[in-house]
């Protein structure tokens, strides 16, 4: 079952930037440069991205088993394994709780941050801030993983990752809503899941991580 376990997590990513972009363009009053991709899940379609939450978060889970199994053995990094688990759990438990609406969006929400937060909406944050988090674990571990195995190019890919998600994770606690913030996040989400579709397709490829 490994490599078909590679495969979902492969495929976790191309499905996550592809719905949401699409979603981002064709939905009525959607702002990248001032709205997150989490305000979609709010209004009548907002079950797509809902969905599409649950389902890259469950695949990117079913990933990381299927990278549990593919190390060398008794070179298994748990913390490498762990940290990518929990992001698609977080993924996908952000997926469960609807962000609130804000900014405008859907169209007839007033025009700023909400003074008070749903329950929903906490949960929401903690979600995503939690697997968020998990996926930096990740990347600083496979960082130093590769590193000592003189695969240079995939360390400073992990290292470079974790370091443009930690930054701007940290900017969009300081200023959500702002166009750069929202932009430089957006990056570091493609480049998230660009990371965990290549080092999949890598493991499947070769049989095993090395």
């Known amino acids: 079952m490994t490599r078909p376990l590679l495969l979902a997590g492969a495929l976790a990513g191309p499905l996550y930037v592809g719905i949401g972009t699409v979603e981002a363009i064709v939905r009525d009053g959607f702002d990248i440069r001032k709205h997150s991709l989490s305000l979609l899940a709010n209004g009548t379609n907002g ?21 549990s199994r593919s190390f060398p053995p008794g070179q298994r990094s748990r913390w490498a394994v762990g940290g990518l688990l929990v992001y698609g759990a977080g993924v996908a438990a952000a997926g469960l709780m609807r962000a609130d609406p804000a900014l ?3 169209p007839g929400t007033p025009d700023e941050l909400p003074e008070t ?11 995503g801030s939690v697997g968020f988090i998990g996926l930096i674990v990740a990347c600083f571990v496979l960082s130093r993983w590769f590193g000592r195995r003189r695969s240079t190019g995939w360390s400073r890919f992990s290292l470079v990752t974790g370091i443009v998600y930690f930054l701007a994770l940290v900017g969009l606690g300081a200023g959500s809503g702002t166009a750069v913030v929202n932009l430089g996040f957006t990056v570091a989400v493609i480049l998230g899941w660009t990371w965990i579709t290549m080092l999949m397709l890598r493991a499947r490829a070769e049989g095993s991580l090395r």
Request: hydrophobic share 60%; no cysteine; net charge neutral.
């Open 117 to 127: 937060i749903s329950w929903h909406g906490f949960g929401h944050v903690i979600a």
């Open 104 to 106: 405008g969006f859907p």
């Open 47 to 67: 079950w797509i991205h809902s969905a599409m939450l649950v389902g890259t978060g469950l695949l990117a889970v079913a990933g990381a088993i299927g990278l």
